[in-house]
C-alpha cells in the first residue's frame, strides 16, 4: 500500500480534460512538502512532468498542469491525445519515513 | 547532456548479493549540486524509493527503512559512477532498479536511467 494515495485509473476521450488526484498525510504533502508528477509511458523509464506542485520542465506540453491544496495535489491533463496514454506517478516526501514516497500510480486509458 | 547508463546483472540467487552500477555522463558524481539515487518498481511494492548518496564536502548517504542495513550504496570517483548493492535478497527484491539524479534542494528525480529488470530465482 503506497504512503500516496492515487485513483488506480481515469478515462477520457481525445481533446477531453481529466485530473488525477493525490492525496497524502500530515507527514507528508500536509506537512507543506511539495508535489512532483511523473508520466511513464509503457516499456520506460518515469518521466518528470509537473515539479514542486506547479512546475512544468522545459518540453512538457501546457497540456499539462498542476495543483496543490493542504494534503492532495492534482494533475489536470487538457486536450487529451492518445500519447497521453501512459501510467502517472505522484511523488513527495515524508518526514515520519525520512524519504521520498510515492503513489501508487494512475493508468490514463484515452478512449 | 546528462546521462545515466545502468549496468548489473539481470538474475540473483536467492540470499545472494544484487549488485548494479550506474555511470555518469555530463556530470560528476562528486557534484555539490546533485545526489544520487536508486528507486525500483514492482507490481506488489510500487515504486520505491531506495536510498541515496551525495557529496557536500564529504560524502553522506540515505537509506531508505525497510531495506536499511541491506543497502549500500557508494560513489565511484574514479569511473564517475557509483552502485548499489543490496544483501540478502529474496524473490520480493524481484524489480526494475532505476538510478536516478536529483538536484540540490530539488527533492524529485529528473533525470532517470533506463532500468534494470533484476530477478530473484535459484
Known amino acids: 500500500q503506497s504512503v500516496l494515495t492515487q485513483p488506480p485509473s481515469v478515462s477520457g476521450a481525445p481533446g477531453q480534460r481529466v485530473t488525477i488526484s493525490c492525496t497524502g498525510s500530515?507527514?507528508?504533502?500536509?506537512?507543506?512538502?511539495?508535489v512532483h508528477w511523473y508520466q511513464q509511458l509503457p516499456g520506460t523509464a518515469p518521466k518528470l512532468l509537473i515539479y514542486?506542485?506547479?512546475n512544468r520542465p522545459s518540453g512538457v506540453p501546457d497540456r499539462f498542469s498542476g495543483s496543490k491544496s493542504g494534503t492532495s495535489a492534482s494533475l489536470a491533463i487538457s486536450g487529451l491525445q492518445a500519447e497521453d496514454e501512459a501510467d502517472y506517478y505522484c511523488?513527495?516526501?515524508?518526514?515520519?519515513?525520512?524519504?521520498?514516497?510515492f503513489g501508487g500510480g494512475t493508468k490514463l486509458t484515452v478512449l | 547532456q546528462v546521462q545515466l547508463q545502468q549496468s548489473g546483472p539481470g538474475l540473483v540467487k536467492p540470499s545472494q548479493t544484487l549488485s548494479l552500477t550506474c555511470a555518469i555522463s555530463?556530470?560528476?558524481?562528486?557534484?555539490?549540486?546533485?545526489?544520487w539515487n536508486w528507486i525500483r518498481q514492482s507490481p506488489s511494492r510500487g515504486l520505491e524509493w531506495l536510498g541515496r548518496?551525495?557529496?557536500?564536502?564529504?560524502?553522506?548517504?540515505d537509506y531508505t527503512v525497510s531495506v536499511r542495513g541491506r543497502i549500500t550504496i557508494n560513489p565511484d570517483t574514479s569511473k564517475n559512477q557509483f552502485s548499489l548493492q543490496l544483501n540478502s535478497v529474496t524473490p520480493e527484491d524481484t524489480a526494475v532498479y532505476y538510478c536516478?539524479?536529483?538536484?540540490?534542494?530539488?527533492?524529485?528525480?529528473?533525470?532517470w536511467g533506463r532500468g534494470t529488470l533484476i530477478t530473484v530465482s535459484s
Open positions: 555530463g556530470d560528476s558524481v562528486s557534484s555539490n549540486n546533485a545526489a
Open positions: 511523488q513527495s516526501y515524508d518526514s515520519s519515513l525520512s524519504g521520498w514516497v
Open positions: 548518496t551525495y557529496y557536500r564536502s564529504k560524502w553522506y548517504n
Open positions: 514542486a506542485n506547479t
Open positions: 500530515s507527514s507528508n504533502t500536509g506537512a507543506g512538502y511539495d
Open positions: 536516478a539524479r536529483e538536484g540540490v534542494g530539488d527533492y524529485y528525480f529528473g533525470l
